[in-house]
Nanobody, 116 residues
Framework: VQLQASGGGLVQAGDSLRLSCAVS????????MGWFRQAPGKERQFVSA????????TYADSVKGRFTISRDNAKNTVYLQMNSLKPDDTAVYYC??????????WGQGTLVTVSS
């Protein structure tokens, strides 16, 4: 199983980015997918998740109203649209697959840096 996250970069506060996570090696479209992030010196934290159909989404309070998670099961890809970025959003962002109630598979992460 491979998860390849991409789309990170250096942006200014208020800008937008869209992260992508391409999944291979498993039957995509049957699992919950999640995004997490880890800022320097901090623990990894949940950002957002989406059900297998895309009909149900959840967000951390810190990103609610600014970030949007989506998925394209035909392309085996999950996305995270991030708007109105803040310096506090600076982190390495990871995508993950949830199976049997646990996030079992993780991508390598993509770095998002937001300057003030």
């Amino acid at each position: 199983v491979q998860l390849q996250a991409s789309g990170g970069g250096l942006v200014q506060a208020g800008d937008s980015l869209r992260l992508s996570c391409a999944v291979s090696g498993l039957t995509f479209g049957t699992d919950v997918m999640g995004w997490f992030r880890q800022a320097p010196g901090k623990e990894r934290q949940f950002v957002s998740a989406i059900s297998w159909s895309g009909s149900s989404t959840t967000y951390a309070d810190s990103v609610k109203g600014r970030f949007t998670i989506s998925r394209d099961n035909a392309k085996n890809t999950v996305y995270l649209q991030m708007n109105s970025l803040k310096p506090d959003d600076t982190a390495v962002y990871y995508c993950a697959v949830k199976r049997y109630g646990v996030y079992s598979y993780w991508g390598q992460g993509t770095l998002v840096t937001v300057s003030s």
